[in-house]
């Protein structure tokens, strides 16, 4: 069965030539990890393809996607990118352009958007920030509709009523919701905010990121206290719009690489057509 792992990073060493302009790094990091060193990864563990989800280590301007497009020019026929960019800018025309200049390439799955932190800095949870539902966006949208590309929300839980909206205004757009809206010691997986996900599923244009488990787990492999959360999404969208993440090396202070994937193997309650659609089938299904 192959596997995609729909979330990983990768950045360059800080140099004059493409310099760290917010040096934010994972636990534990001070130097690169380079689209070599993903490649390496995911050779030890067995992982076929996978996503470079663009860091904010080179901020949103014209550069920030510069080391990702290198990783995939790269790796042809093993690495995708998602880029980052700067939404708020004065002339729309200008912010339609940057987003085709993201997804210009054609292993560039769409634009992410952090929308859990504030966009001024990026550093700060704030999750009940809605700038996402700002009117200053509708360049962001239409041009991702006309690109037939996807944009990427990075919710906390008290947001996804706000992708709701997103989706109903704009159900030409794909969005894809990463790490579950990352839930933790706050939510619980029947009852709101994190489960508004069951009515975010009514939308066919929002896909969910089963990733970066370890992260919100307060358990070890294979985070048990996890497993409810991915059973609920599992009974509200169905396989066919999940897909599995590792969220790597984000999570070296939690987890091995391996462990990030391998947990799926210890979710009893999956069939093995579960686990096809969550390890390739939904990711072929949207961006294939």
């Given at each position: 069965?192959?596997?995609?792992?729909?979330?990983?990073?990768?950045?360059?060493?800080?140099?004059?030539?493409?310099?760290?302009?917010?040096?934010?790094?994972p636990?534990?990091?001070?130097?690169?990890?380079?689209?070599?060193d993903?490649?390496?990864?995911?050779?030890?563990?067995?992982?076929?393809?996978?996503?470079?989800?663009?860091?904010?280590?080179?901020?949103?301007?014209?550069r920030?996607?510069?080391?990702?497009?290198?990783?995939?020019?790269?790796?042809?026929?093993?690495?995708?990118?998602?880029g980052?960019?700067?939404?708020?800018?004065?002339?729309?025309?200008?912010?339609?352009?940057?987003v085709?200049?993201?997804?210009?390439?054609?292993?560039?799955?769409?634009?992410?958007?952090?929308?859990?932190?504030?966009?001024?800095?990026?550093?700060?949870?704030?999750?009940?920030?809605?700038?996402?539902?700002?009117?200053?966006?509708?360049?962001?949208?239409?041009?991702?509709?006309?690109?037939?590309?996807?944009?990427?929300?990075?919710?906390?839980?008290?947001?996804?009523?706000?992708?709701?909206?997103?989706?109903?205004?704009?159900?030409?757009?794909?969005?894809?919701?990463?790490?579950?809206?990352?839930?933790?010691?706050?939510?619980?997986?029947?009852?709101?905010?994190?489960?508004?996900?069951?009515?975010?599923?009514d939308?066919?244009?929002?896909?969910?990121?089963?990733s970066?488990?370890?992260?919100?787990?307060?358990?070890d492999?294979?985070?048990r206290?996890?497993?409810?959360y991915?059973?609920?999404?599992?009974?509200?969208?169905?396989?066919?719009?999940?897909?599995?993440?590792?969220?790597?090396p984000?999570?070296?202070?939690?987890?091995?690489?391996?462990?990030?994937?391998?947990?799926?193997?210890?979710?009893?309650?999956?069939?093995?057509?579960?686990?096809?659609?969550?390890?390739?089938?939904t990711?072929?299904?949207?961006?294939?």
């Amino acid at each position: 069965m192959p596997l995609i792992d729909t979330h990983t990073h990768a950045w360059g060493p800080d140099t004059a030539e493409l310099p760290w302009t917010r040096p934010l790094l994972p636990p534990g990091w001070d130097g690169a990890y380079t689209h070599a060193d993903l490649i390496a990864d995911m050779d030890r563990v067995g992982v076929d393809e996978s996503v470079v989800v663009t860091t904010p280590l080179y901020g949103r301007g014209r550069r920030a996607n510069e080391y990702t497009m290198r990783s995939i020019e790269a790796h042809p026929d093993r690495l995708y990118g998602v880029g980052l960019m700067d939404f708020f800018q004065s002339d729309p025309e200008t912010v339609r352009s940057a987003v085709r200049r993201v997804v210009g390439h054609d292993r560039m799955l769409g634009v992410r958007m952090h929308a859990a932190l504030d966009y001024e800095t990026p550093s700060e949870i704030t999750a009940d920030a809605d700038w996402i539902l700002d009117d200053r966006l509708a360049p962001v949208w239409k041009e991702a509709a006309a690109q037939d590309t996807c944009v990427f929300l990075f919710p906390k839980a008290p947001q996804l009523s706000m992708i709701g909206r997103l989706a109903g205004t704009h159900p030409d757009v794909s969005l894809v919701v990463d790490h579950m809206a990352w839930p933790d010691e706050n939510t619980d997986p029947g009852e709101r905010p994190w489960a508004d996900f069951e009515n975010l599923a009514d939308h066919n244009n929002v896909y969910v990121k089963v990733s970066s488990l370890p992260r919100s787990s307060s358990e070890d492999w294979p985070y048990r206290d996890m497993h409810p959360y991915v059973r609920n999404l599992l009974s509200w969208f169905g396989p066919e719009r999940l897909m599995v993440g590792s969220d790597y090396p984000w999570m070296d202070d939690w987890a091995t690489y391996e462990e990030c994937l391998s947990w799926l193997d210890e979710a009893t309650f999956l069939s093995d057509r579960d686990r096809e659609y969550f390890t390739y089938r939904t990711f072929e299904r949207l961006h294939l």
